[in-house]
């Protein structure tokens, strides 16, 4: 699937995309493993297409608690992580949903959030466009 990205063919690639999007917005979304759930993110972070953003904003808006590696086996984490990693992807993109959603995340009930978002809306004030 992967390599359909860097077919030539416009749809071949855009397809791919699309599809790639929705395997790991489920994995993100939904994997109890928040490790794994994880990498899903961060591959959305990177991908260039504008169908990641809706995902961005709905990982960014899931507050989720799953498990992590510890010491001694698994633990209870939460996806603070993976929800900062959206936030930062969506500063990248700049359109008016993504700041809509970090204007929500002011109101977040984690303060590491509320940081993060007074950070990114003061780096880059006004509407974003």
Known sequence: MEAGLADPDPFVSD??????I????FRALRLGDLEAAHVSVRWL??????AAIPVLIEILESSRS??????GGLVEGNNRRSRLVALASLVDWRTPAAQSAIRTRLRDRDPQMVAAAERALSLFPGDWV
């Open 15 to 20: 397809v791919a995309a699309l599809t790639l």
């Open 22 to 25: 929705q395997v790991h917005r």
């Open 45 to 50: 972070a990177r991908i260039k297409h504008g």
């Open 66 to 71: 799953g498990y992590v590696p510890g010491e």
